[in-house]
């Protein structure tokens, strides 16, 4: 970590943001809002500041009760900060993209140090999926980066010598973040991958049970009051939201099926196409250390957990985080 943050480390450090910051944004100029969901998306937002309403999401004046909160709200402060144009919708896109490229240089830095930061913040920033998956307006993006920074802190408590609180409540708000970008999906993950990894790697964190006591309250004050004003507010809200859109979609029995899955080879096959051309360096799996556990952990809950799910194909994006990291090291 000091060598990454002396002088001369600094400037590598931040390049791969810097440059995700630039192109990211010159692409968000001037292309419309073209696809079907984004247009659902960004129009909640608009509806949530045209109604005043801030709880309950609005499509055409009806109810929209299958995505948490956030990308909404965010949208809704962009569109305040900035008028409501492309641009501005974009921008927590961007942000998102950012945010993760400086975690997931953070992480390798603390495997792996400064020179594999560089190179994992650049396979992420500029990986096919990257590109394509951030082209719309979606809420995977909030999960990506949210799903990363909950990882990032893992790995400060992981490599803590002595127990320490920080890093257990920045990882319960980040957990705490991506369910309120992704629901169940934000406890899933990030929950699965710490496990894999404990008993894989047969080691927890230096942890006090006071601090996770705190952590879940944590959690619970920032994830939970939106949920239960809405199901005051809507009554049925919870089973549609958790069951029906979550657990059901992700079974593949949501009714109506409005959606494609992607072939299980198929979506394998893709991986390495998302993660192109950094993936040609995970070639070189055999040569990798114990460094390479976290990130291997990480990448292979999440292959497993979305092989048994519906499949879509931005299904592979929260992936590319950890491959980039590998590919890094």
């Known amino acids: 970590m000091a060598a990454l943050d002396s002088p001369g480390r600094r400037p590598a450090a931040i390049l791969p943001v810097v440059l995700a910051a630039a192109v990211y944004s010159l692409t968000a100029l ?93 396979a992420f920033a500029f990986s096919v999926g990257t590109v ?37 409540l920045g990882l319960s708000a980040a957990v705490a973040g991506a369910f309120l970008a992704k629901g169940l999906l934000g406890l899933a993950l990030p929950a699965g991958a710490i496990a894999a990894y404990a008993v894989i790697g047969r080691r927890l964190p230096p942890l006090r049970w006071r601090w996770l006591l705190a952590g879940g309250l944590l959690f619970a004050a920032l994830a939970l009051p939106w949920h239960i004003a809405m199901e005051l507010s809507n009554p049925g809200f919870l089973r549609v939201h958790f069951y029906q859109e979550q657990i059901l979609r992700f079974l593949g029995k949501r009714e109506p099926v409005d959606y494609e899955s992607v072939p299980l080879l198929v979506f394998w096959a893709l991986v390495p196409v998302w993660s192109f051309p950094w993936s040609l360096f995970l070639a070189r799996v055999h040569r990798f250390g114990r460094e390479a556990l976290l990130p291997a952990c990480w990448a292979g809950w999440l292959l497993v957990f979305f092989s048994v799910s519906s499949r879509l194909e931005h299904y592979a994006f929260p992936l590319l985080p950890p491959l980039a990291v590998l590919a890094g090291i």
């Open 30 to 122: 001037g292309r419309s809002i073209a696809d079907a969901d984004e247009g659902v998306y960004v129009h909640i937002a608009q509806q949530m500041l045209e109604r005043g309403d801030w709880l309950t999401p609005y499509v055409n004046g009806v109810r929209s009760l299958d995505k948490p909160p956030l990308l909404y709200w965010l949208l809704a402060l962009s569109y305040t900060a900035f008028g409501q144009n492309e641009l501005a919708a974009r921008l927590p896109t961007i942000a998102g993209v950012c945010g993760a490229t400086w975690l997931v240089g953070r992480i390798t830095a603390l495997l792996a140090g400064p020179q594999a930061a560089l190179a994992a913040g650049l």
């Open 132 to 168: 394509l998956f951030t082209l719309e307006v979606m809420h995977d993006v909030l999960l990506v980066f949210f799903l990363t920074l909950a990882m990032y802190f893992f790995l400060l408590a992981d490599r803590a010598e002595r127990p320490q609180p920080g890093p257990v």
